[in-house]
């Protein structure tokens, strides 16, 4: 999504976390509880540093994808995702 701040989706989803729901509709991947939105919180934050670094780095969005340094997070049916959210974090972060 051009419009997520990754920063603000990871506080939120501490505060998701924070109500320890035993069941959680994600809108997309499949049904969790607290513990698959600590995951995705844990990737979120490997992605936003890998991703803060490569820009250190002067890498770019190509040259990361190329080097396929996107931690391996991605549930089946969501490796599409890759390229769009690699593109829009280096945007964000760069």
């Not at 049904?31 to 934050?45: A, D, P, R, W, Y």
């Not at 250190?56 to 040259?63: I, S």
């Amino acid at each position: 999504d051009g419009s997520c701040d990754p920063d603000r989706w990871i506080s939120g989803l501490k505060e998701i976390v924070a109500e320890e729901y035993e069941i959680v509709i994600p809108g997309h991947g499949p049904l969790c509880g607290s513990e698959g939105i600590t995951e995705q919180i844990e990737f979120l934050k490997q992605f936003r540093d890998v991703i803060k670094a490569a820009i250190e780095d002067g890498l770019t969005a190509e040259k990361f994808l190329d080097e396929q340094r996107t931690p391996n997070y991605y549930f089946e049916g969501a490796e599409h995702r890759v390229k769009v959210s690699v593109e829009h974090w280096f945007g964000h972060y760069g």
